[in-house]
């Protein structure tokens, strides 16, 4: 494919655990999308490397794809990563006096509350480097004990001797008065500079110590390894000519580098975030405003939630069980992924995941030295997927090698031949991805029925179907740049910054003036960042939100507010939300505000017409037939395979089937029918 010279671009670059994906979206709707093998040893290299394979596709070089780049979008994983690798700063707290121990005392619940066994995962602060400074502030904001600057003096000291790289600052209520901890700031700044430095009241400046502290202290962790990338990368595409690096934060909007050098910790859920912006582009074809995207990549599988339009959003994330205070997408991940490795145990109980085969060595069919067997690799020996080149030519899928693997490490301690053992890998699979699908929606009071499924990723469309008839969804919609979908939401988002301010006050009719005065000073606060950014009046939006809970409750319900509302009707729709949440109110409950977050958005541009695709005009004859084992009630049929863009829009196929797309592969199951759309996607109408 040749582009115009005139033509100007939107880039997202979206770096998973397998691949790396790249959508690149013309001024004339078009959208090309390239697949290049993840470097996780030098992941800048690897997306300088992944542009250079994308300009070559089109026909142009790097330096003049970037200069005509309107907006470039990043989402990576290496946050994430960081955290979960433990490969992260030295870091060292300080906290108030006789409260140092909060991050490893935690909070008293366990997700599982018949598991008392099982360990906490080690404090990312050892207790050596957590150290106290004589100070106190009590819960309404007013100093008790000023902040004794010879205490914090000691602890840096003691602090820079163990070589701590990075310090977070928390101290008690400071969420309601910050001045210790801008103090201590000050004496940081002057004793060491060099380090990077973390306040919990700027960061998270809610009430909640151990979250606050939690979420100070991962920021600190993280930020010395995310914040150099960055800049390094933006660095690197800017000589090639690019003007300015966007990066996706766990909100699903995104921000410039100089922004999330501030918070770090808004990254952790960068690149799965921005399949938000996808659903909001897909939502229309898909004939349906409720939907649960279903991302299956490499390694795991990311479930997300829209409803009405909206989509689900947590105040709270927990990764490694490690709790985090940033806005973020609601997410499920799983490690049921095309490379998620099956085992069988010494008893035969056979297993799928947590470990995958990442894209060095890959699935055993990758011919990469792979030698565990994986979902991909039973998906090729059941014939649904078709040997040869993948992923644009990056990768080739060895049947032979994917049988050896089958037959080796499941079939043989199961006393199965390798083509019966295949399948078992897949169900299993399919069980953990249903489950994660239920937490969005049934676990969330919301019924699957209503929903549409969206495919994600290269193997989600081998699976959306089973999944989505377990569910009980209504259809599945399969975007035929499944493959790339969170690069490609990436092309179809904007600016999102989320304030917050904890304000304990009784839901009345008297403080709704008070209330209203908060709301509207994160307002300020808001439009002054976007300002920063260039975004006019025009260009912003704003969306204000109450977390309300019941007098006496620990958590609250987030309840969207407009500007000089009925407290009534607020208080009215908390209860419905209640209701729906957890199956009960009460009639004689006092109500609570807790906090009021603000989110304020800019406007990229106006949005272009996505997804443009000229069809073919047949009548969607197959290309080719092959024997596949469809579900245990049909076993082994001979299929047609059609080719994705070969289908005019307005074909109907029955299946099974297999259509071959260029970034994924579509099953359609035996009882099941699909719809090409007018702007060539898929909707699986199932039966």
Known sequence: MVVAATASFRIGVDIGGTFTDVSIVDSGG???????????????????????????????????????????????????????????????????????????????????????????????????????????????????????????????????????????????????????????????????????????????????????????????????????????????????????????????????????ARRAVAMLLSGPAAAAGALAHYQYEAENRHLISLEVGGTSCDVMMMRGGEIGMTGLLEIDRLRVAVPSVEITTVSAGGGSIATVDEGGLLSVGPRGAGSHPGPACYERGGVQPTVTDAQLLLGRLRPGPHGCGTIALNRWLAEEAIRKHVAEPLRLQPVDAAARPIRLAEQTMLHAVENVSIEKGLDPRRFTLVSGGGAGALHAASIARLAGCQNVFVPRLAGILCAFGMCNTDIRYDLQRSVPIALEQQHGTVLTQVGDALIEEATALLDAEGFGPERRRFITQWNIRYVGQQSAIPVAVERGEPINAIAKRFEAEHQRLFGHTQPDGRHQVVSIKVSGFGALDVQLSFDHVNRAAGLGKPDDHREIWVDPDHDWREVPVFTGPSLAPRVLIDGPAIVEETTTTILVGARDRLRVTTAGNYIIELQ
């Open 30 to 260: 078009n959208v090309h999308a390239s697949k290049s093998l993840s470097l996780p040893s030098d992941p800048a290299k690897g997306v300088i490397n992944a542009l250079h394979q994308a300009a070559g596709q089109l026909g142009t070089t790097l330096p003049s794809l970037l200069s005509r780049t309107c907006l470039f979008v990043h989402g990576s994983t290496i946050a994430t990563n960081t955290l979960l690798e433990r490969t992260g700063a030295v870091v060292g707290l300080l906290g108030s006096h006789g409260f140092r121990d909060t991050i490893e005392i935690r909070r008293g619940w366990r997700d599982n509350p018949w598991d008392h066994r099982t360990p906490w995962p080690d404090p990312v602060v050892p207790r050596h480097r957590r150290l106290s400074v004589i100070e106190r502030i009590d819960v309404e904001g007013n100093p008790v004990v000023p902040l004794d600057a010879a205490s914090v003096r000691k602890a840096l000291d003691r602090m820079l001797g163990f070589g701590v790289e990075s310090i977070a600052v928390c101290l008690l209520h400071s969420y309601r008065n910050p001045e210790h901890e801008h103090r201590c700031r000050d004496i940081i700044a002057e004793y060491a500079p060099h380090v990077f430095l973390t306040l919990s009241s700027e960061l998270a400046p809610i009430a909640g110590e151990y979250e606050r502290a939690s979420t100070a202290v991962i920021n600190a962790y993280v930020a010395p390894r995310v914040v150099p990338y960055l800049e390094g990368l933006e660095l690197k595409l800017r000589e090639l000519g690019l003007r300015k690096l966007l990066v996706v934060q766990s909100n699903g909007g995104v921000a410039s580098v100089p922004q999330i």
